[in-house]
Structures are given as C-alpha cells and as structure tokens.
C-alpha cells in the first residue's frame, strides 16, 4: 500500500474518531482502539495492538475535567503508531513520537477550532433571535464538524505524508521558551480544571462526604476504588432509608364505598 492510500485511510480514521461524539460516545477514540485500526492500514495489526495497549496506558488519565482539555490522543496515538511502524520500531518510540505529537496538535487544533466555534456561537444567536430552529440546529451540528472534525484530519493525513525525520525537525525547531511554556501550563491546567470541579461540587450537602473519602484514602490506607464501593453502599442505604421514611410519613387516606342493595353494613 502506498504511503498517500495509507495517509488518505489515517485520515478517515481521524475523522471517524473526533466524530465519535455522533456516534453515542462509543470510545473509538481510545488508544486501545485506534492502535489496532493504525496498525491494520499500515499492514501490521500485532504492533498496533501491542502499541495501542502501550499507548492507552500513557493516555489512561486522559479526561476533560473541568476546564481542562487533554493532549489530543487521537492525533498522538494514530501518527505515533504509524510512525513507530513504518520505522521499524517498537512501543517506546510510539510512546516518544506521540506524546509531544499530541500536545502539539492539541494547541493548534484549540488555536483553529476555538475561533470557528466562536463564529459559529454567534450565528446560533441570531438564529435564536430570529426563531429560526432549523437553521440552528444545522449551523450547530456545523460548528463541531467544521471545528473538529476538519482541521486535524486534514493536518494529520500531511504530517504523516512528511514522515517522521520532516515531524521530528518541525517538533526541534521549536524555540525553547514555547515548549517550557507549553510544560509550565500543561501541569497548571489540571490543576485549575480539579479546581473549578470542586468548585462545582462545594455543597453544604455533598462538601462533608467529599473530605471523608479524602481522608479515609489519605490515612487509612484503602484504595480509591476501596473507598468508591464504600460510597456505593453508602449511596444504597441512604437510598433505603430515605425511602422508608417518604412512605412512612405519607397520610393514610381512608377510601369509603358505598355497597349496593344487598350489603348489609
């Protein structure tokens, strides 16, 4: 298979998986998938699944909270499996190749697709304004393709094209202060995506349980999953409970019928 048929079918790949929101959330865009799928375009399918798995480990943590958005997986898992395989070489390179790869794609598609969306925002509100209901739910529908699902399929199928020695110089060419910068906000996002979550979740009524799970993972010694099944049971008997209490307190509401002819009482 050529080197343009192999770009040209990565690049459909791409646009399946930032799609897979259409699609009912069905996790296509996971490493452990996407390894496998890069591996059968580029006629390997058992590096891509050793790699996929490799890969998904690394990106395991890889979750939108808050007001962070992760290195995009996508783009790093695909390119990082093709190139890992086209040269030859094993998880780890996978590994180097596609960890700053998604970073880099990440900040050129926010760079790209925040400004679309932004446009797109404001059309949305005057079709609102102007009660037009299909036009905003095509121009919305628009807004996430044309954002998402656009520029980095076009951008990664080229930068595979390229091959690696051309995406290596790109990644080295990069002025110093850039990749400190990009470090400095990587480990500062997280950090302010926890906390808006937290700010979301401050309730007189939830505040108490979320410093008691803390607690008992800080000093006792349990696992978090430990302690997630504990709030599970948690959950259930406050649920019994609760219950209970709703039917008990409910009035007795007494229903009189009258007989017919034949009733005595």
Known sequence: MSTAIQAILLGVLVMLSNAEWFLGTCFIQRPLILGPLTGLIMGDMEAGIIMGATMELAFAGATSIGGYDPPDMISGTILGVAFAINSGQGPE?????????????????????YPILQ????????????????????????????????????????AFYFGTDKVTSIMGSIPEF???GMDIAGGLLPAMGFAMLAQMIMKKDVVPFFFIGYFVVAY???????????A???????????????????PVVKVETKGDGLDEF
Not at 98 to 112: E, F, K, Q, V
Not at 136 to 153: D, E, H, K, M
Not at 220 to 230: E, F, M, N, R, Y
Request: hydrophobic share 50%; with cysteine; aromatic share 6%.
């Open 119 to 158: 446009i797109f925002a404001h059309i949305c509100d005057r079709n609102i304004e102007e009660g037009k209901d299909k036009a905003f739910q095509r121009n919305f529908i628009l807004s996430g393709f044309v954002a998402w699902g656009v520029t980095t399929p076009l951008l990664l199928p080229l």
């Open 220 to 230: 006792s010694g349990i696992s978090t999953t430990g302690v997630a099944l504990l």
């Open 232 to 250: 599970v049971l948690i959950l259930a008997v406050m649920f019994t409970m609760n219950k209970g209490r709703a039917l008990s307190s409910e």
């Open 178 to 180: 850039v990749s400190t």
């Open 93 to 113: 390179m996978a590994l180097t190749l596609g960890i700053p790869i998604a970073t880099i794609m990440l900040a050129i598609s926010n760079s790209i697709g």
